[in-house]
């Protein structure tokens, strides 16, 4: 007669989870994370609202993912000598909305950066070169930081707007310059970078002589232009609460 030894329970459990292991792949455990508020500033590239998503995302413009939803940000060439701004969103490959109406004057403006915290924060940068007569972003910037592109034309600056993510429709916006200390006029400002802290829009930006103070005087700087320029302005962009760049007070 032949006689098996018996292990005691915790033993045999141990022995059966060593094989158990020993034959079974171990699947590493990858933590799940939210996708991060996102900010996208670039060069602006060319698209109409009748493209689909494949053509304009090949061309690698400024974008801003949330989910199942893209935001892209650029301009058409309407004509050979003018370019307006478009913005348009697509959910799960589909259309949601396309607005081409932001600007449709003469001026030869551009949409380069976008701004989006996934919920109702978005926030678009375009360019100005001029005010011509017509629709632009002057009617939107009404009680804003500076309501136009100033005096002069020619020089591109920027204009940020806050921009309802459901319809793409304008809820405000604000022109952002730079002034010639000689002569008032306007100067060419390029916006960097955008940031969020829940209550205020960093804006980063190159900007040639001179940039802007908190109450929209020139500063006093030194050296070369362009300088490295930031502003922080209210949410609402009524506000900055405070401009400074480097070799500039």
């Known amino acids: 007669m032949i006689y098996r030894r018996k292990l005691p329970k915790y033993l045999a459990f141990s022995f059966l989870s060593v094989v158990l292991a020993a034959d079974l792949p171990?699947?590493?455990?990858?933590?799940?994370?939210?996708?991060?508020?996102?900010?996208?500033?670039?060069?602006?590239v060319t698209f109409t609202c009748n493209?689909?998503?494949?053509?304009?995302?090949?061309?690698?413009?400024?974008?801003?993912?949330?989910g199942q939803t893209n935001i892209y940000i650029g301009y058409q060439q309407v004509s050979s000598l003018n370019k307006d701004p478009r913005i348009i969103s697509f959910?799960?490959?589909?259309?949601?909305?396309?607005?081409s109406d932001y600007e449709t004057t003469n001026d030869?403006?551009?949409?380069?950066?976008?701004?989006?915290?996934?919920?109702?924060?978005?926030?678009?940068?375009?360019?100005?070169?001029g005010s011509q007569p017509g629709n632009d972003f002057r009617r939107f910037a009404t009680g804003r930081w500076l309501t136009s592109y100033g005096s002069g034309g020619g020089p591109k600056v920027a204009i940020i707007a806050k921009i309802n993510p459901e319809n793409g429709s304008v809820y405000y916006a604000t022109f952002l310059t730079a002034k010639k200390a000689n002569d008032g006029k306007t100067n060419s400002l390029v916006v960097t970078g955008l940031s969020w802290n829940g209550s205020n829009l960093t804006v980063n930006?190159?900007?040639?002589?001179?940039?802007?103070?908190a109450n929209t005087n020139p500063?006093?700087?030194?050296?070369?232009?362009?300088?490295?320029y930031t502003a922080i302005f209210t949410g609402d962009l009524t506000k900055v609460n405070s401009a400074s760049a480097v070799n500039c007070s």
Not at 27 to 32: F, K
Not at 108 to 129: A, E, K, R
Not at 219 to 228: D, F, Q
């Open 51 to 66: 493209d689909t998503e494949t053509t304009i995302k090949n061309k690698n413009g400024p974008r801003v993912t949330f």
């Open 205 to 213: 930006a190159d900007s040639w002589w001179t940039p802007r103070r």
């Open 108 to 129: 030869d403006g551009t949409g380069y950066g976008l701004f989006w915290d996934g919920g109702n924060v978005l926030y678009g940068v375009f360019s100005s070169t």
């Open 26 to 44: 171990i699947t590493p455990v990858i933590a799940q994370t939210t996708t991060q508020p996102l900010s996208s500033i670039g060069k602006g």
């Open 219 to 228: 500063m006093t700087c030194s050296g070369s232009s362009p300088y490295k």
């Open 91 to 99: 959910q799960n490959g589909v259309k949601k909305w396309c607005r």
